[in-house]
Protein backbone atom coordinates (compact mmCIF):
# COMPACT_ATOMS: atom_id res chain seq x y z
CA UNK A 1 0.00 0.00 0.00
CA UNK A 2 1.03 3.53 -0.59
CA UNK A 3 1.09 6.27 1.79
CA UNK A 4 -2.05 7.95 0.13
CA UNK A 5 -3.84 5.03 -0.11
CA UNK A 6 -2.58 4.01 4.17
CA UNK A 7 -3.43 7.71 4.91
CA UNK A 8 -6.66 7.60 3.57
CA UNK A 9 -7.48 4.26 5.20
CA UNK A 10 -6.40 5.19 8.69
CA UNK A 11 -8.45 8.54 8.20
CA UNK A 12 -11.50 6.67 7.53
CA UNK A 13 -10.68 3.91 9.91
CA UNK A 14 -10.27 6.74 12.87
CA UNK A 15 -11.74 10.00 12.18
CA UNK A 16 -14.63 9.15 9.04
CA UNK A 17 -15.19 8.00 5.78
CA UNK A 18 -17.16 10.94 5.31
CA UNK A 19 -13.94 12.94 5.85
CA UNK A 20 -11.49 10.46 4.17
CA UNK A 21 -14.20 10.84 1.10
CA UNK A 22 -13.61 14.51 1.25
CA UNK A 23 -9.82 14.56 1.46
CA UNK A 24 -9.82 12.06 -1.22
CA UNK A 25 -11.67 14.03 -3.85
CA UNK A 26 -9.84 17.25 -3.27
CA UNK A 27 -6.64 15.24 -3.15
CA UNK A 28 -8.21 14.53 -7.55
CA UNK A 29 -8.91 17.94 -7.91
CA UNK A 30 -5.40 19.29 -7.27
CA UNK A 31 -3.08 16.11 -7.62
CA UNK A 32 -1.11 15.42 -11.34
CA UNK A 33 0.30 12.36 -10.32
CA UNK A 34 -1.98 9.74 -12.81
CA UNK A 35 -0.66 6.58 -10.43
CA UNK A 36 -2.29 8.48 -7.71
CA UNK A 37 -5.54 9.76 -9.18
CA UNK A 38 -5.70 6.05 -9.97
CA UNK A 39 -5.25 4.49 -6.82
CA UNK A 40 -7.75 7.34 -5.18
CA UNK A 41 -10.21 6.06 -7.74
CA UNK A 42 -10.25 2.11 -6.73
CA UNK A 43 -10.53 3.16 -3.43
CA UNK A 44 -13.53 6.09 -3.28
CA UNK A 45 -15.99 2.87 -3.93
CA UNK A 46 -14.65 1.34 -0.33
CA UNK A 47 -14.74 4.33 1.10
CA UNK A 48 -18.17 4.91 0.15
CA UNK A 49 -19.24 1.76 1.41
CA UNK A 50 -17.64 2.38 4.82
CA UNK A 51 -19.49 5.91 4.86
CA UNK A 52 -22.58 4.29 4.72
CA UNK A 53 -21.78 1.73 7.26
CA UNK A 54 -20.95 4.55 9.48
CA UNK A 55 -24.20 6.49 9.33
CA UNK A 56 -26.11 3.75 9.66
CA UNK A 57 -24.50 2.76 12.49
CA UNK A 58 -24.30 6.35 14.19
CA UNK A 59 -28.23 6.65 13.20
CA UNK A 60 -29.39 3.11 15.03
CA UNK A 61 -27.22 4.60 18.07
CA UNK A 62 -29.57 8.06 18.10
CA UNK A 63 -32.40 6.21 17.83
CA UNK A 64 -31.42 3.87 20.81
CA UNK A 65 -33.41 4.16 23.39
CA UNK A 66 -31.16 5.30 26.83
CA UNK A 67 -31.68 3.69 30.25
CA UNK A 68 -29.89 3.59 33.70
CA UNK A 69 -28.71 0.62 34.97
CA UNK A 70 -31.07 1.13 37.95
CA UNK A 71 -33.65 0.81 35.31
CA UNK A 72 -32.25 -2.99 34.30
CA UNK A 73 -31.92 -4.14 37.75
CA UNK A 74 -35.26 -3.36 38.38
CA UNK A 75 -35.91 -6.27 36.22
CA UNK A 76 -39.58 -5.47 35.66
CA UNK A 77 -39.17 -3.17 32.84
CA UNK A 78 -40.03 -3.93 29.30
CA UNK A 79 -39.71 -1.73 26.20
CA UNK A 80 -41.18 -2.15 22.61
CA UNK A 81 -38.35 -2.01 20.06
CA UNK A 82 -40.94 -0.97 17.30
CA UNK A 83 -42.59 2.20 18.80
CA UNK A 84 -40.76 2.83 21.96
CA UNK A 85 -43.19 2.69 24.96
CA UNK A 86 -42.12 1.18 27.27
CA UNK A 87 -44.07 -1.47 29.75
CA UNK A 88 -43.84 -2.39 33.56
CA UNK A 89 -44.21 -6.05 34.91
CA UNK A 90 -42.20 -7.31 32.00
CA UNK A 91 -39.97 -10.15 33.03
CA UNK A 92 -35.79 -8.59 32.36
CA UNK A 93 -35.55 -11.81 29.44
CA UNK A 94 -39.00 -11.27 28.06
CA UNK A 95 -39.05 -11.70 24.10
CA UNK A 96 -41.22 -10.62 21.71
CA UNK A 97 -44.08 -9.37 24.16
CA UNK A 98 -47.22 -7.70 22.35
CA UNK A 99 -47.27 -3.85 22.61
CA UNK A 100 -50.15 -2.34 24.17
CA UNK A 101 -49.28 0.87 23.14
CA UNK A 102 -48.54 -0.14 18.75
CA UNK A 103 -49.81 -3.89 18.76
CA UNK A 104 -46.27 -4.93 17.61
CA UNK A 105 -44.79 -8.15 19.01
CA UNK A 106 -41.89 -6.10 19.90
CA UNK A 107 -41.56 -5.57 23.50
CA UNK A 108 -38.67 -6.78 25.15
CA UNK A 109 -37.26 -7.08 28.52
CA UNK A 110 -34.39 -4.36 29.21
CA UNK A 111 -31.72 -7.60 29.80
CA UNK A 112 -32.85 -8.75 26.58
CA UNK A 113 -32.56 -5.86 25.29
CA UNK A 114 -29.19 -5.00 25.93
CA UNK A 115 -27.91 -8.62 25.24
CA UNK A 116 -29.04 -8.08 21.94
CA UNK A 117 -27.86 -4.53 21.43
CA UNK A 118 -30.82 -2.78 21.04
CA UNK A 119 -30.83 -0.07 24.08
CA UNK A 120 -28.34 1.97 25.78
CA UNK A 121 -27.51 1.98 29.65
CA UNK A 122 -26.76 5.76 30.97
CA UNK A 123 -23.69 5.21 33.10
CA UNK A 124 -24.24 7.08 36.34
CA UNK A 125 -21.70 9.58 36.95
CA UNK A 126 -20.52 8.69 40.84
CA UNK A 127 -21.11 11.51 43.20
CA UNK A 128 -18.58 12.47 46.00
ZN1 LIG B 1 -44.93 -0.61 20.53
Given amino acids: ?????????????????????????????????????????????ALEEMDKRQVARAQRRNTMQTFTTEDVEAGNIGVCLACGAETYGVEPDAREYTCEACGAKKVYGLEEALVMGKINIEIEEEEE
Wanted: glycine share 0%; charged share 35%.
Fill in 1 to 45: MSRITDDLCATACYVSAHYALERARKRLRLSDDSAEVEEINELIP
